[in-house]
Nanobody
Framework: QVQLVESGGGLVQAGGSLRLSCAAS????????MGWYRQAPENQRELVAT???????NYADPVKGRFTISRDNAKNTVYLEMNSLKLEDTAVYYC?????????????????WGQGTQVTVSS
């Protein structure tokens, strides 16, 4: 099977920085787009940023200019550098990846999610 394991969340003051990491492991043949989503209490899960295997990035408007997504294909890992954090960035952050998985008889593609990591920004 495949797992996505996130790390790097925590408590930070407004204006501070955090770096999230998400490592994929398992019977991975290839990883397509990877991304970060977040969900604040009583809100729907929303896109934060995505990055393709070729390095093309996409950001939600609220985080443009403050957050940077990157990936290390050799390590099957995606990162989210978060700067100038605001109170409204408080949420559980989820890693997502579209992964081609080796299975008996072939390869198939699935959409995988991490367990989530809490980011809390205080005033």
């Amino acid at each position: 099977q495949v797992q996505l394991v996130e790390s790097g969340g925590g408590l930070v003051q407004a204006g501070g920085s955090l770096r999230l990491s998400c490592a994929a492991s398992g019977r991975i043949f290839n990883i397509d787009t990877m991304g970060w989503y977040r969900q604040a209490p009583e809100n729907q899960r929303e896109l934060v940023a995505t990055i393709t295997s070729g390095g093309t990035t996409n950001y939600a408007d609220p985080v443009k200019g403050r957050f940077t997504i990157s990936r290390d294909n050799a390590k099957n890992t995606v990162y989210l550098e978060m700067n100038s954090l605001k109170l409204e960035d408080t949420a559980v952050y989820y890693c997502n990846a579209i992964i081609w998985v080796r299975r008996i008889g072939g390869i198939n593609v699935n959409d995988y999610w991490g367990q989530g990591t809490q980011v809390t920004v205080s005033s």
